[in-house]
């Protein structure tokens, strides 16, 4: 089945720095994905939709300059988070549809950030 | 057992019993529902989808049941085990555009926490 793998699984940076996270389709194309973060004990909430070949869209109240998203290929997509603060320690996670229309979406196993 | 919309988060339940989760979702707009099991660390997990053309689907040990009348969404998970413990999100997605659904942007519910005592 189709399967979307994130890299790190989980990462710990100093207050300040950058951060990346990949997001991979490993048997499919995706064009679109999407890029979800999540706190603990709450639900998933969308951040933003990475496309290949154009700009991100971002929901309201989410930072693009500080939430970079680059949709380098049909297979990848990575967030940046950048000049990380400790409130963005959250729990990082990508879905992508597989093309074939009526599937579910696929997701990764999410990235654990904490920023100390 | 069963849960009470997004009021009550928590259900526990006897391996063996019926698990009833329910779900409000916010937009009547909505054409396509999916329900998503998440274990501690793990990303969703998809278990199953229904779209807003039908009313009832089944699958293996669960049933979704759709109701568009009310924007109730529920999930019937029968002789539940141990093993189905975790958090139990439902998800709606909105058509990104006229000229047909496309898949993507998903509004997630709140998630119920599914205990099942052995």
């Known amino acids: 089945g189709a399967v979307v793998s994130q890299h790190p699984s989980w990462v710990i940076c100093k207050s300040g720095t950058s951060v990346k996270i990949e997001c991979r389709s490993l048997?499919?194309?995706?064009?679109?994905m999407f890029w979800y973060r999540q706190f603990p004990k709450q639900s998933l909430m969308l951040m933003a939709t990475?496309?290949?070949?154009?700009?991100?869209?971002?929901e309201q109240g989410v930072e693009k300059d500080k939430f970079l998203i680059n949709h380098a290929s049909l297979t990848l997509s990575t967030l940046t988070v950048t000049s990380a603060h400790p409130e963005d320690s959250s729990f990082y996670i990508c879905?992508?549809?597989?093309?074939?229309?009526?599937?579910?979406?696929?997701f990764g196993n999410g990235t654990r950030l904490t920023v100390t | 057992g069963e849960s009470v919309g997004l009021h009550l988060p928590t259900l526990s339940v006897q391996e063996g019993d019926n698990s009833i989760i329910n779900c409000a979702y916010s937009n009547s707009a909505s054409d396509y529902f999916i329900w998503y099991k998440q274990e501690s660390g793990k990303g969703p997990q998809f278990i199953i989808d229904i779209r807003s053309n039908m009313d009832k689907r089944q699958g293996q040990r669960v049933t979704v049941l759709l109701n568009k009348t009310v924007k109730h969404l529920s999930l019937q998970i029968a002789a539940t085990q141990p093993g189905d413990s975790a958090v139990y999100f439902c998800a709606e997605n909105l058509p990104l555009g006229a000229g047909g659904t496309s898949y993507g942007k998903l509004t997630f519910g709140q998630g119920t926490i599914l205990t099942v005592h052995p």
């Open positions: 990475s496309n290949e070949g154009s700009k991100a869209t971002y």
């Open positions: 879905s992508a549809p597989d093309g074939f229309g009526n599937s579910p979406l696929h």
């Open positions: 048997d499919f194309q995706a064009t679109t």
